[in-house]
C-alpha cells in the first residue's frame, strides 16, 4: 500500500466489533441498490452538468502555471494578501492556509513565512472586521483577492467597493492591487473586471462554490503561499483515482458515503467532524458547508417533496475534549464522529522533567506532546465506543499538500455519492439563493421589487412576543 495514502477505519461503526448499536451485513445489503444508483449516477454524470469538478485533477496544466507566475509576482510585490470572498469562495483557502501555513503565519517573520506575504480572509460583512483590516494592513502593500463564482453575492461585491474606494482614496490605482476569480460567462464581478482591467482567473463551469478549492478560488491563494499546488491537485487525482476508477471495494469515498447513508436512515443526524490537529481545525469549517449545504435539500431529484439532510458540526481535538464530548459520549444515539488521526505530526514537543516530587504529575515527564495527542485521541475513541456511539477514523500519514489534496477529493466523492443515495441534487443550494435574493430585495436591487412586496407581506412580529 502506498505511505502516502490517507485511510479509513470503520470498525466502530460494525455490530460485530461495537454490538447492537453497529451495522450489520443485512444493514448494507437493505441500501444496496441505492449504492448502485449513486455509483452508476455517478460515472454517468461525472464531468458534466455541476460535476465539473471531478475533471479538475486533470485539465488545468495551463491555468495552473498562470496561477504559479501570477502568485510569484504578487510575493514580490506585497506584503499582504487578502481574499474577499463567503462561503465556498473563502472556506477552501481558509482550510488550505491553516493545514500548510505556519500556526502563526501573520505573526512570524517573513524568512518563517516563506517569504509568502501575511493572509487574511475576510468571509464576512461585519462593518467592525473591515475597519480592523484597514487599520491593520497598509493599502499600498496588499493585493486583494475578490472571488465569487456568481459574481454578484452582496458581501463580496459590498467588500470590492469598499476597497476600492479606499484604494482610490489613497491616490492608489485598483488595478495594481486587485485579482478577480469569477465566472468567465456569468454574474457581474466578470462585466467590472473587464472593464477595469483587472487580472481574471476563471471559475470553470460545473464547479460550484463548495467544490472549488482545486481550481484557482483555492489555488491562487495557496499558490501565494508557497504551497504546492500541483503536490495538492496530485493528492486529489490520486484519491480519485483511486475511487472513482478502482475496485468498488476499494472506493473509500462510497464506503464511508454507504456509512453515513445507513446511519441516516437510522436517525443519526448529525455528523461530527473531530480532527486532533489544529492544522486541520478549519478542514471541519470547510467539510460543514460541503455536507451541509449540499445534503440539506427540501426536494428529492424528480421534485417530490422532503426534508433530507444530517446537521455537520465541528469540533476540534483535543479542545473539545473538555466542551463537546460529555455530549457525545452520554447523549444521545443521534451522531456519527469521524476523528481525523495524523500519524506524524511535523513537529516534535518533549515533554521536561520538572515534578518529580509530584509523580501524578510526573508521569507526563519524558513523554512527548505527540504521544500525548494520539492518547487522548485514542481515549476519546474509546470513550464513545464504549458508549456505544457509532465513530471512525480517517488517518493521515502526515498533513502536507498531497495528503490534503486526498482529503478533500474524499470528502467531495463522499458528499456527491451520499447526495445520490438520497436521491437529492448535492449541487445546488436553493436555500442559499433564498435569503441572497431577499437581501438583495431588501436594499433595493432592481429586479427584486416582487420579492420585496412578498418580504413585506411575510414578515409579521407581534409585540407580545417581545421582552
Ligand atoms: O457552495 C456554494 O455555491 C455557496 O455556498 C457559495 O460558495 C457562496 O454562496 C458564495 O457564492 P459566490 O462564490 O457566488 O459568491
Known amino acids: 500500500m502506498d505511505k502516502n495514502k490517507i485511510r479509513l477505519d470503520y470498525n466502530n461503526m ?32 461525472k464531468g458534466t452538468g455541476f460535476m465539473g469538478w471531478t475533471k479538475l485533477h486533470d485539465e488545468q496544466d495551463a491555468v495552473v502555471e498562470d496561477i504559479i507566475k501570477t502568485a510569484e509576482e504578487v510575493r514580490s510585490k506585497f506584503k499582504n494578501f487578502v481574499v474577499l470572498g463567503i462561503g465556498g469562495s473563502a472556506l477552501g483557502p481558509i482550510s488550505a492556509f491553516q493545514a500548510l501555513c505556519h500556526l502563526h503565519h501573520n505573526e512570524v517573520n517573513q524568512g518563517r513565512r516563506k517569504n509568502a506575504p501575511k493572509f ?22 496588499s493585493c486583494f483577492n475578490v ?3 456568481s459574481g454578484s453575492t452582496s458581501e463580496t461585491m459590498t467588500q470590492y467597493l469598499v476597497i476600492k474606494d479606499a484604494l482610490e482614496k489613497a491616490g492608489l490605482n485598483p488595478k495594481e492591487h486587485i485579482i478577480t476569480t469569477t465566472s468567465a460567462n456569468s454574474g457581474n464581478l466578470i462585466k467590472i473586471a473587464k472593464a477595469e482591467g483587472y487580472k481574471t482567473f476563471y471559475i470553470p463551469d460545473g464547479v460550484g462554490g463548495r467544490f472549488s478549492e482545486l481550481c484557482p478560488v483555492g489555488l491562487l491563494p495557496a499558490a501565494v503561499l508557497g504551497i504546492d499546488i500541483k503536490k495538492m491537485l496530485e493528492g486529489a487525482k490520486f484519491m480519485y483515482e483511486s475511487c472513482v476508477n478502482g475496485e468498488k471495494a476499494d472506493n473509500m469515498a462510497l464506503t464511508a458515503a454507504t456509512l453515513q447513508f445507513i446511519a441516516i436512515n437510522k436517525g443519526h443526524n448529525i455528523s ?3 480532527p486532533y490537529a489544529d492544522s486541520l481545525k ?37 479542545t473539545d475534549q473538555h466542551s463537546q464530548i460529555q455530549l457525545y459520549t452520554e447523549g444521545p444515539f443521534d451522531k456519527v464522529i469521524t476523528f481525523i488521526a495524523v500519524d506524524k505530526y511535523r513537529k516534535k514537543v518533549v515533554i521536561p522533567n520538572g515534578c518529580e516530587d509530584f509523580p501524578n504529575v510526573n508521569f507526563l515527564c519524558g513523554h512527548t506532546m505527540n504521544e500525548l495527542i494520539t492518547a487522548e485521541r485514542k481515549a476519546t475513541e474509546y470513550a464513545v465506543t464504549k458508549a456505544g456511539k457509532l465513530n471512525h477514523t480517517i488517518y493521515l ?28 441534487d448535492p ?23 416582487d420579492k420585496a412586496k412578498e418580504l413585506r407581506a411575510g414578515t409579521k412580529k407581534l409585540k407580545k412576543y417581545m421582552m
Open 272 to 274: 461530527v467532524m473531530l
Open 14 to 45: 460494525m455490530a460485530d466489533v461495537i454490538g447492537s448499536k453497529g451495522f450489520t451485513s443485512a444493514d448494507f445489503d437493505a441500501v444496496a441498490d441505492r449504492v448502485d444508483f449513486a455509483v452508476d449516477y455517478f460515472n454517468e454524470k
Open 120 to 141: 487574511y480572509v475576510e468571509d464576512n460583512v461585519d462593518p467592525e472586521r473591515m475597519v480592523a483590516l484597514l487599520n491593520t494592513i497598509k493599502l499600498k502593500d
Open 427 to 449: 449541487f445546488n443550494q436553493p436555500g442559499v439563493e433564498e435569503g441572497k435574493n431577499a437581501t438583495y430585495a431588501l436594499l433595493g436591487r432592481p429586479g427584486y421589487e
Open 397 to 424: 500519514p502526515t498533513v502536507n499538500e498531497y495528503t490534503l489534496g486526498q482529503l478533500m477529493m474524499f470528502f467531495e466523492l463522499k458528499t456527491a455519492y451520499c447526495g445520490f443515495m438520497l436521491n437529492i
Open 147 to 149: 472571488i465569487t463564482k
Open 282 to 318: 478549519f478542514i471541519a469549517d470547510w467539510y460543514c458547508q460541503l455536507w451541509g449545504e449540499s445534503l440539506g435539500k427540501n426536494k428529492l431529484m424528480d421534485g417530490t417533496p422532503c426534508n433530507i439532510g444530517q446537521t455537520p458540526v465541528k469540533a476540534l481535538g483535543v
